[in-house]
């Protein structure tokens, strides 16, 4: 099974970095949009990220041209239909994944493998709104994708040993490290880093130290590249909310359980990076 036509569900930040990196293997790649402002936005994002690595020498600019060509935009899901591989990454929220899997499974030709980028939310559930569950599986990418070595490929109960192969060498053929993990909350990643920033927010919350001395010692002290605000910040603190929500769902576990700041700060609108505020401000 090769994948020479790509499909992404999504244009926020993973999905075009997911178009970006398949483009960059080789592939076609057909990312569906919500409106042309949005699929404006990705190109947009697509053309400034490909010009810094041809600044940086990364690329060349041939290279660079060959990749933004491969890409194309669209707002019916319908052109979708003859691509090999749909990766839908959209909101973290499963009645909006399992919808957008039964449209899917109408949409696109029967033989092709649909996946979800989903961080921590059950892969069957939306194998199971489809008529062809073993083609479903899941292909986590972190972000920022194209700089990210790790895919975690998330094998359900239902996926057949062809599929999880094809989507190893998909991830091995974007240059990636394919990982290959069970379909339980959080998988491997995540069930391990969010108790972690969860547990950074109530020493904040309790007033341990401020979010600057948590990250300043987790920096110092671990060796980490960031301090667990700026990683919130960036992972953004409704996806993070998320994750946690749903590894408390399914383990009960009060590591898991979300600290009562995190959900206020969501309340607010209080999101990170993408809404400018979060931990940290970046309207300045």
Do not use: W
């Amino acid at each position: 099974m090769t994948f020479k036509t790509v499909g992404i569900l999504g244009s926020g930040i993973m999905g075009s970095g997911i178009a970006e990196v398949a483009a960059a293997a080789g592939a076609t790649v057909i990312v569906r949009t919500r409106s042309q402002a949005t699929a404006d936005a990705l190109l947009a994002g697509l053309e400034k990220s490909l010009a810094k690595q041809v600044e940086k020498e990364k690329r060349t600019k041939e290279d660079a041209d060959a990749i933004r060509t491969r890409v194309s935009v669209t707002t019916s899901i319908g052109d979708l239909h003859d691509c090999d591989l749909v990766i839908e990454s959209v909101v973290e929220d499963i009645t909006v994944k399992r919808a957008l899997f039964n449209e899917l499974d109408r949409s696109v030709r029967h033989d092709a493998v649909l996946a979800t980028n989903t961080s921590t939310l059950s892969v069957i559930e939306l194998a199971m709104e489809t008529s062809r569950p073993e083609l479903v599986c899941g292909v986590h990418f972190f972000n920022p994708a194209p700089a990210m070595s790790l895919v975690e490929i998330v094998r359900p109960l239902c996926a057949s040993d062809e599929t999880i192969q094809s989507v190893i060498d998909f991830a091995q053929d974007c240059g990636k490290q394919p990982v290959e993990v069970k379909d339980q909350a959080g998988f491997v990643v995540n069930a391990l880093l969010f108790p972690y920033l969860n547990n950074a927010i109530r020493l904040l919350e309790q007033g341990v130290a401020s979010k600057d001395g948590i990250d300043v010692a987790m920096k110092g002290g671990c060796g980490f590249p960031m301090g667990p605000f700026a990683l919130l910040d960036l992972v953004g603190l409704d996806t993070s909310l998320a994750i946690l929500d749903a590894l408390y769902a399914e383990f009960a576990d009060p590591n898991f359980a979300p600290v009562p700041l995190l959900r206020r700060m969501v309340s607010a609108g209080q999101l990170g990076r993408k809404s400018g505020i979060g931990f940290y401000d970046y309207r300045k």
